[in-house]
C-alpha cells in the first residue's frame, strides 16, 4: 500500500471511528461504521484483489459519516427510503472530496470516487458494478443474519431478490461460498427460485 493511500485509509478510519452506533465483534466493541469501511477494504481484497486506487479509495469511505443523517429524519416509508438513501450519497461523496484533497489526490481520482459513491450507471459501468458486488457480499457476510432476525421472512426474501439483481454472476457465485446460518440460508434459497 503507497503512502498516500495508507493516509486516505487512516483519515476514513478516523471519521468512522466517531460513528456512536456500536458493533461487538469476538467480545470487542467498534464504531459501526469503522468496522463496515475495513470490511469492505477486505472483501474488495478478496474479490478483486488488483482493484485500482480509486476503486479502493470508493470502498473504504462507502458508509462514510453514514450515522451524520438518520435515516428516521426521513418519512419512513420507501419514499422516505430513497430520499434518505440520496442524501447520503451526496453527504458521502462530499466527506470524501474533503479528505481525499486533503491526502493531495487529483481532481480524476477524486471525481472516480464520487461518481461510484454516487452510484452511477450500475449494471452497465464495471467499476459501479464492482463497487457494488462488494456492497452485496459485505451485506449477506456481516449483515444478512441480524436483518433476518429484525424482519419478516417475506420483507427478507423481498430484499434479498432485489439484492441478488444487483450483483454480478460472479459476485452470486462468491455468495454462494458464504458460510450462513440455517435461517438465512432458507431464505437465500427463496430468494433464488
Partial sequence: MNERLEKAFTTFDAYNANDPHQEEVNGQVYPKELLYGQRMTEWLN??????????????????????????????????????????????????AEHILSSCRYDLDTIEKVKFLLMKKELQTNHDTQLLEDVICLVFIQYYLDDFAAQHEDAKVVDILKKTLKKMSARAIDEAGKIPVSAKAGALIAQAVQ
Fill in 46 to 95: 478478496k474479490f478483486s484483489p488488483n482493484a485500482p486506487e480509486y476503486m479502493q479509495l470508493a470502498a473504504r469511505c462507502q458508509h462514510i459519516g453514514r450515522w451524520e443523517i438518520p435515516r428516521n429524519s426521513y418519512p419512513m416509508d420507501k419514499k422516505g427510503y430513497l430520499q434518505w438513501r440520496n442524501s447520503e450519497k451526496f453527504h458521502q461523496a462530499k466527506i
